[in-house]
């Protein structure tokens, strides 16, 4: 039976570490996810280029993750006669918000007077009962007020495999839990040490205060009041109540032995 048990304890030990470790490789491969971009031109004519920055891949809605969108407007050449060129960003899948994660509208505008200028935005999948394998973003774009045409395939964004976008939000959840654990076990932990701390000074004063009467009196006498004040500065008097008043109550009772170590006290100085 103890065989048996430590087998199974050992078993589960290893799943857990293969679990805790397939999610923290999750967790890495997310953050490495984060900054695989690409950039492709959207819009060139002479001088002038208009780019998308955005992510190879993405997780699906349920991670509830956003993503930054750059477009950069570039122009190398000299001025002659100012354009101003508008582009517009739709799809049917995807989000399009700001920093805060409020939804805003995906237009972009730039005139040829800039040299060099960049606006940014976030994506994120909106929340559908279908898992969608890619996300496209179609781009639209007027020069002067008029329609130009630009890119014949729409801008394409892949998405994880549906397991992987599961575990991704497992991992994320895991992390979560494990730091709620770890601060309520820190906080137990912390309660239980205190508490022990303070059954051992109960415990070390108590038996002080019994060790007293093998002492001489007045010895005795300077031992307690020094306890007594170590007791109230650790405001321990209710769990030592009992000890008190019996050493109060055989002081009390000791009138004259006091005198009597008095008196002798007086005669050794003397």
Do not use: C
């Not at 960003?89 to 995906?106: C, H, I, M, N, Y």
């Amino acid at each position: 039976m103890g065989i048996a048990s430590y087998r199974i304890k050992i078993d589960l030990y290893v799943f857990v570490v293969v679990i805790v470790g397939i999610l923290f490789g999750v967790r890495v491969y997310n953050a490495w996810q984060k900054t695989n971009y690409t950039t492709e031109v959207v819009f060139r004519d002479g001088d002038i280029q208009i780019s998308l920055h955005y992510p190879v891949k993405i997780l699906s809605s349920k991670n509830d993750a956003s993503y930054p969108l750059i477009l950069s407007f570039s122009y190398t050449g000299d001025i002659t006669e100012p354009h101003t060129y508008e582009i517009f960003l739709q799809s049917s899948t995807l989000l399009f918000v700001d920093a805060k994660g409020s939804e805003l509208t995906p237009r972009f505008q730039f005139t040829s007077d800039q040299m060099f200028f960049e606006q940014s935005m976030y994506v994120r999948p909106y929340l559908s009962k279908e898992y969608h394998q890619k996300h496209l973003i179609d781009v639209s774009m007027l020069v002067d007020g008029k329609p130009v045409s630009i890119q014949s395939q729409p801008v394409e964004i892949a998405v994880v495999s549906h397991l992987f976008s599961f575990l991704s939000l497992a991992a994320a959840s895991f992390l979560e839990i494990s730091i709620l654990g770890a601060l309520v076990t820190w906080i137990a932990n912390a309660i239980d040490t205190a508490l022990n701390l303070r059954k051992e000074l109960i415990i070390q004063i108590r038996n002080e205060l019994n060790s007293l009467a093998s002492l001489p009196y007045l010895e005795r006498l300077r031992t307690f009041v020094t306890l007594e004040e170590q007791i109230r500065s650790y405001d321990l008097e209710s769990d030592l109540m009992r000890e008190l008043q019996q050493m109060r109550i055989s002081f009390a009772d000791s009138e004259r032995e006091f005198m009597r170590a008095v008196g002798e006290q007086l005669r050794q100085e003397g």
